[in-house]
């Protein structure tokens, strides 16, 4: 089945430094790929759309200069938090659309998910 | 008012009982419901979908929707200790691709 690589698994920084966060299709190409947040025993919240070779589109409230995402080949999204504070600390996951027989309905895989601490 | 309403639990049941987990929305649009487990720490995988009303059954699991009442359920049958885990509803307009997600249940399962 689809698969959806996301990496770092985890990764703590420093205030004032950059943070990027891979999110790869293994077996299919990814033309859409989408990028959530999740503080603890809340919901996802997205926060950007990404299309190949486009530039992303950002959900309201989202700064588009802080979260920086590339989506510059069909298997690859990066998002780079920058210049990260404390109350970006948060579980980021990134997923892709993918074109299963489910359509819509199944028509996301998730990756792993990358917890972000900034101290 | 959000759009869609989960119960954030926690559950705690004893292995072998029936689960239901439920979630309401007020968007009558919704066309596609999903179910997702998430594990912690991890990123949810998906365990069954709907599109429009009816039920749907897949082993132990069997996901229902009730678009008139806006509310839609997954039950799961014969629980066992690996089922603990958060359970996610997501929903979406037909054609948008733009998932609604529920807070999740943190579901329990005791051996």
């Known amino acids: 089945g689809a698969v959806v690589s996301q990496h770092p698994s985890w990764v703590i920084c420093k205030s004032g430094t950059s943070v990027k966060i891979e999110c790869r299709s293994l077996?299919?190409?990814?033309?859409?790929m989408f990028w959530y947040r999740q503080f603890p025993k809340q919901s996802l919240m997205l926060m950007a759309t990404?299309?190949?070779?486009?530039?992303?589109?950002?959900e309201q409230g989202v700064e588009k200069d802080k979260f920086l995402i590339n989506h510059a080949s069909l298997t690859l999204s990066t998002l780079t938090v920058t210049s990260a504070h404390p109350e970006d600390s948060s579980f980021y996951i990134c997923?892709?659309?993918?074109?299963?027989?489910?359509?819509?309905?199944?028509?996301?895989?998730f990756g792993s998910g990358t917890r972000l601490t900034v101290v | 008012q959000k759009e869609v309403e989960q119960d954030p639990g926690p559950l705690s049941v004893p292995e072998g009982a029936i689960v239901s987990l439920n979630c309401t929305y007020s968007?009558?649009?919704?066309?596609?419901f999903m179910w997702y487990r998430q594990y912690s720490r991890k990123g949810p995988e998906l365990l069954m979908y709907?599109?429009?009303?009816g039920n749907k059954e897949d082993g132990r699991f069997t996901a229902q929707v009730d678009k008139s009442s806006k509310y839609i359920s997954l039950f799961i049958r014969d629980s066992q200790p690996s089922d603990s885990a958060t359970y996610l509803c997501?929903?979406?307009?037909?054609?948008?691709?733009?998932?609604?997600f529920g807070t999740g249940t943190r579901l329990k399962v005791l051996a």
């Open positions: 997923s892709a659309r993918n074109s299963g027989p489910g359509g819509e309905g199944s028509g996301y895989t």
């Open positions: 968007n009558s649009a919704f066309q596609y």
């Open positions: 077996d299919f190409q990814a033309t859409t």
């Open positions: 709907t599109y429009s009303s």
């Open positions: 997501a929903m979406s307009v037909s054609g948008t691709y733009k998932y609604i």
């Open positions: 990404s299309n190949e070779g486009s530039k992303a589109t950002y």
